[in-house]
């Protein structure tokens, strides 16, 4: 499967989305992602469409939910391709990392992050398809995917690749069990771990109680530890200014 395209397709399609949606009230958004190249930041220099990012955003706005979609203009939906993504990831464990080696009694750590934008492309393929699985499972947090909106869903996939085996296994997925110890397994790496929670954090609504309650779990189910998950909290709320 080729699920690198079909996500960082997904990952870009929140700033044709958003865009969109100022267009169509002739608003401005004040919190609206920065252009691409505006900023510094690691989300902010690669929020560009690929191509595909309009589709895209029919997928994402049906993934959010009607009411997730409307909030677009606040917290919620600055995307970024996989490599930002990875990047933010790679921002954040570099971070705990020297933290945790500045307490007392704790040995240096001279291991790299291998975060997705820092793995050959053989491994890119892991990557990628955990932080899918994770996209889809915080996209289900709330409830409101149902048997008409999965096939509103798999037919806009559709339009973004033509992998037939890709289409199958984002079909089953949207059609699991929502159940976070299931999609913490593809967290075979601490780093693919951290990755994960970013992605889902992206995708959540915080305010949810429910989304909320859902973050917490899959943090615990992916092993995190609190300081990281603080960290990932932190970098994404920087990235996504």
């Known amino acids: 499967m080729n699920t690198r395209s079909l996500l960082d397709q ?7 989305l958003l865009q969109n949606q100022n267009q169509s009230t002739g608003q401005s958004n004040p919190t609206a992602p920065p252009a691409t190249g505006s900023t510094g930041s690691p989300l902010g220099g690669l929020l560009g469409s690929i191509g595909g990012g309009a589709l895209g955003g029919g997928a994402v706005s049906l993934l959010l939910g009607s009411k997730k979609a409307r909030k677009m203009g606040g917290k919620v939906v ?6 930002a993504l990875g990047v933010v990831a790679y921002k954040a464990y570099s971070n705990w990392q020297t933290q945790k080696q500045n307490q007392p009694g704790v040995p240096a750590i001279e291991d790299t992050p291998r975060t997705v934008d820092r793995v050959p492309a053989i491994e890119v393929e892991q990557h990628s398809q955990a932080i899918l699985r994770a996209i889809i499972g915080a996209a289900k947090a709330d409830g409101h995917i149902d048997d008409r909106e999965r096939e509103l869903i798999d037919g806009e996939v559709a339009k973004l690749t033509g992998d037939s085996q890709l289409k199958q296994w984002f079909d089953q997925e949207l059609r699991k069990p929502l159940d976070p110890s299931d999609v913490a397994r593809s967290a075979s790496t601490p780093e693919i771990a951290a990755e994960m929670y970013l992605a889902s954090i992206i995708m959540v609504d915080e305010e949810s109680y429910m989304e909320r309650a859902y973050l917490d779990e899959l943090a615990r189910q992916l092993k995190l530890e609190p300081a990281l998950k603080t960290e990932l909290e932190t970098q994404a709320q920087v990235a996504l200014r």
């Open 10 to 16: 997904l990952l870009n399609a929140g700033k044709d």
């Open 78 to 83: 600055a995307y970024g391709g996989l490599a």
